[in-house]
């Protein structure tokens, strides 16, 4: 286990909703990488976190944002749901912007 | 544009075989490459990464070669259990790109008893 835990597990929205997916990273790690995973896919970077300032963002609209909290712990937000947004949902933490990211388990997110 | 592909989807082995999951990358500028184990419901674990100052890497079991002339990389399991059953995932790392990992599709192993 990597020490990095995401909640919840599940869940499910409708379409046009808004959803708020945590991450705690493992301890002594500062950053906070958050990617898309479709099925049957690798993950898609949609941004990263480093000592709560975003650090790189990869294509993905402004209705996905995030927040990282003094304990480096951190928040996806989406907003305007949309049925494609039905994915995995995984964090990944780092000791710093350019370490070895080490995943959690993810929130598997389903829009209806 | 920028990616990460793997050469075959599916790899089905018998156990105590050694397996070769191969990885071709595009970006020269990459300089840091990881392999991922990812199994069903689970998020990816780290399996073994390798820089791009390096040709080879060995953990346990495990043995990960980079060749940046051709742009491959690969993942060598020996001795492959059924516990080793799941998709690899290759990962990139570009340097001026902070902590963004660029993923494949993956590799999904399977190993016969």
């Known amino acids: 286990e990597t020490g990095v835990t995401q909640s919840p597990t599940h869940l499910i929205k409708t379409r046009g909703q808004q959803v708020t997916l945590r991450c705690s990273s493992q301890?002594?790690?500062?950053?906070v990488s958050w990617y898309q995973q479709a099925l049957g896919q690798g993950p898609q970077f949609i941004f990263q976190?480093?000592?709560?300032?975003?650090?790189g963002r990869g294509n993905f609209p402004p209705r996905f944002s995030g927040l990282q909290f003094p304990n480096y712990s951190s928040e996806l937000n989406v907003n305007a749901l949309e049925l494609d947004d039905s994915a995995l949902y995984l964090c990944?933490?780092?000791?710093?912007?350019?370490?070895?990211?080490?995943f959690g388990p993810g929130t598997r997110l389903t829009v209806l | 544009g920028e990616s990460v592909g793997l050469h075959l989807p599916t790899l089905s082995v018998q156990e105590g075989d050694n397996s070769i999951i191969n990885c071709a990358y595009s970006n020269s500028a990459s300089d840091y490459f990881i392999w991922y184990k990812q199994e069903s419901g689970k998020g990816p674990q780290f399996i073994i990464d390798?820089?791009?100052?390096?040709d080879k890497r060995q953990g346990q079991r495990v043995t990960v070669l980079l060749n940046k002339t051709v742009k491959h990389l690969s993942l060598q399991i020996a001795a492959t259990q059924p516990g080793d059953s799941a998709v690899y995932f290759c990962a990139e790392n570009i340097g001026n790109q902070g902590g963004k990992l660029i993923f494949g599709q993956g590799t999904e192993l399977s190993v016969k008893p």
């Open positions: 990944a933490s780092s000791w710093d912007r350019a370490g070895t990211q080490y």
């Open positions: 301890s002594g790690h500062n950053t």
């Open positions: 390798i820089r791009s100052n390096m």
């Open positions: 976190y480093y000592r709560e300032e975003e650090n």
